[in-house]
């Protein structure tokens, strides 16, 4: 990517899966943009999962020392999905926070 030397994002909220997807490109892809998130010192607002494509931003993005804000509805907390390197904020609902 180009370098963008006045960074406007602070946060960026990514919407991606709890499974790896079929194909590599895919995980590939997801640990690139964590990659690029880390280079610009932008933090990640996601999913809260720990596992799939949003285990692997997460943890990308956290290794490389931004905040990583985990957004997970209250029904999803018992199946304790959420990874450990994340502050976490439990919602009613998708549509809530």
């Known amino acids: 990517m180009a370098e963008n030397t006045s960074n406007n994002f602070k946060r ?9 997807g079929y194909r590599q ?3 590939d892809a997801t640990v690139d943009l964590g990659i690029e ?10 999913g809260g999962g720990s596992v799939g ?3 692997l931003i997460s943890q990308k993005v956290y290794d490389g020392g931004c905040h990583v804000l ?10 304790k999905i959420s990874g450990e390197t994340v502050e976490v904020k439990i919602v009613g609902g998708l549509l809530e926070y």
Do not use: E
């Open 70 to 79: 985990g957004v997970i509805p209250k029904a999803l907390v018992p199946l």
């Open 12 to 20: 960026v909220c990514v919407f991606c899966g709890s499974h790896p």
């Open 37 to 46: 998130l880390v280079n610009r010192k932008i933090d990640l607002v996601y």
């Open 53 to 55: 494509l949003m285990g």
């Open 25 to 27: 490109v895919f995980s």
